[in-house]
């Protein structure tokens, strides 16, 4: 019987991620110094398969940072050889990717269906969207905001009491297909959202007053890649002539800057701006919603891992926005609050010099749309997991968020415009 359970889990474990296995492979922590330091690490990802977790790419490493990456087990001797030799400080964030992600699924729900506190697969959200809007008639509608690039229907949820002429804060998670805590956050939110209207005063207050706007996931075909074939992959799946390459990175696609700086002409790199600003399917659908809601749309919230931040524009440049520093206290109280609960750490700052700078980013085209109160938040972690992020932070992640999230939605409250 023992036996015959283990079979049982190891079948369910290994089902998960079907396609690549990443086994031996590594995640570095470098520590760059200087112009040196990166010189070397950029031609290291010109002669060998890097794949960049912080920053997004090699053209973004800055002086006095570090650098998180995966490298292929068949390389792994090639770059330790590399920094030791050039005396680069580094240490070894995870040192078999394969078994980080079997350990991801460590919730210990047993659940086939949906689950708050597990990753769900994108067949299993999009019932969920539906389960949980007629479950809710009188707090939840859903409509179709456009389809994916291989015609998936991008749902949105619209959460609150419904009301005339109501003001709205718009909420994407998954614009990044490997960053699965996202999604998970803006499930978590909309489970809280119906289970406390009614009984808890602020998000009674909130519901009534505001809708909110959540698309539970922005890069559907990515994210269903990520559960099919590949766990790392990141960008969109379109494919343009010309190229054999796959892709574009959707937060580097909209029309804020699009492609000066932080973002790749190349359509085989992971940061790679597409072939026009709004050319992917997806960005062209949010960004015609938002347009066509811009009288209602007080707030933009995109929601990215990993690192703990909260960042607000600008990051195509390195100006400061017109109410900056109205921006830089909002998200100082806002990360106060959220460290309240479990003392977790959020940094924030603008975009261009908090992280580095990235053109074509939402937030800084819907800031530049006139919705000032625009943000991006890198949840946990720091990378001790990154996005192998196990399912047991997913409950922690969420309830410290939620409180940055009602913090943010008093705010906006009280400084209506
Ligand atoms: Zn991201």
Same mark, same amino acid.
């Given at each position: 019987?023992l ?7 190891v079948?369910?474990? &290994?089902?998960?991620h079907?396609?690549e296995h990443? #086994?031996?492979?590594?995640?570095f ?6 112009e ?5 690490l950029?031609? @290291?990802a010109? *002669?060998h398969?890097i ?6 790419s090699? &053209?973004?490493?800055?002086?006095q940072s570090?650098?998180d990456?995966r490298?292929?087990?068949?390389d792994?001797?090639?770059v330790e050889?590399?920094?030791?030799? +050039?005396?680069l ?6 040192? +078999?990717l394969?078994?980080?992600l %079997?350990?991801?699924?460590?919730s210990h729900? $047993? ?7 597990k990753?769900?697969?994108?067949e =299993?959200i999009?019932a969920?969207t539906q389960q ?8 939840? &509608?859903?409509?179709? /905001?456009?389809?994916t ?5 991008m749902?949105?949820?619209k959460?609150?009491?419904?009301g005339p002429n109501k003001p ?5 998670c ?6 699965w805590?996202?999604?998970?956050f ?7 959202a119906? $289970?406390t209207?009614g009984?808890?005063?602020h998000m009674t207050?909130?519901?009534?007053k @505001?809708d ?8 559907i075909?990515g994210?269903?890649?990520?559960? =099919?074939?590949?766990?790392?992959? $990141?960008k ?6 010309? *190229?054999?390459? /796959?892709?574009?990175d !959707?937060?580097?696609?909209f ?5 000066v700086r932080?973002?790749?002409? +190349?359509?085989c790199d992971?940061t ?5 600003a %709004?050319?992917?399917? #997806?960005?062209k ?8 809601n811009?009288?209602?749309?007080k707030a933009? @919230?995109t /929601?990215h891992?990993?690192?703990q931040?909260m960042?607000? !524009?600008?990051?195509y440049?390195?100006?400061? *926005?017109?109410n +900056?520093?109205?921006?830089?206290? @909002?998200?100082?109280a ?5 460290a309240t609960?479990?003392?977790t ?5 603008p975009?261009? *010099?908090t992280?580095?700078?990235a053109?074509?980013?939402?937030d800084d085209?819907a800031?530049?749309q ?8 890198e949840?946990?972690d720091?990378?001790r ?5 196990p399912?047991?932070q /997913? ?9 940055a999230?009602?913090h943010l939605?008093n705010?906006?409250? %009280?400084?209506m415009?």
């Open positions: 019987m036996a015959f359970l283990v079979l049982v889990t079948a369910l474990a &290994s089902a998960h079907s396609g990443f #086994e031996g492979e590594k995640v922590r470098v520590h760059v110094e200087d040196n330091h990166i010189r070397l950029q031609e @290291l010109s *002669t398969e794949d960049f977790w912080k920053p997004d090699a &053209s973004q490493i800055k002086p570090t650098v990456f490298v292929k087990a068949e792994i001797s090639a050889d590399l920094l030791e030799q +050039n005396e400080q580094y240490e070894v964030l995870i040192s +078999n394969r078994s980080m %079997e350990a991801q699924f460590d729900v $047993r659940a086939t269906g949906h689950s708050y506190v990753y769900n697969n994108w =299993t999009e969920w949980i809007a007629s479950e809710n008639p009188d707090l939840i &509608s859903r409509s179709a /905001i456009g389809t690039f291989e015609g998936r229907t749902h949105l949820l959460v609150g009491k419904p709205a804060i718009f909420m994407d998954g614009f990044h297909a490997r960053e805590i996202s999604p998970a803006c499930q978590w939110f909309v489970r809280e119906v $289970r209207y009984h808890e005063i207050e909130f519901l009534d @505001l909110f706007y959540v698309l539970p996931v922005f890069n075909d994210y269903v890649y990520t559960w =099919t074939k590949n766990r790392m992959w $990141r969109t799946r379109s494919t343009y002539a010309g *190229t054999k390459c /796959i892709g574009t !959707p937060n580097r696609n029309d804020a800057g699009w492609c932080g973002a790749s002409r +190349n359509p992971e790679y701006c597409g072939p026009a %709004e050319s992917e399917k #997806e960005t659908a949010l960004a015609n919603f938002i347009r066509n811009l009288s209602s749309i933009y @919230l /929601i891992s990993y690192s931040m960042l607000y !524009p600008y990051s440049d390195y100006k400061v *926005t017109e +900056n520093v109205e921006l830089n206290a @909002l998200a100082k806002t990360v106060k609050e959220l609960l479990h003392g750490k959020y940094t924030y700052g975009g261009a *010099t992280i580095y700078p053109a074509g980013g939402s085209w800031y530049d006139g919705i000032k109160y625009s943000f991006t938040f949840l946990r720091k990378g997991y990154g996005f192998t992020l399912e047991s /997913i409950r922690p992640t969420c309830e410290e968020m939620m409180l999230i009602k939605a705010y906006v409250l %009280e400084h415009y």
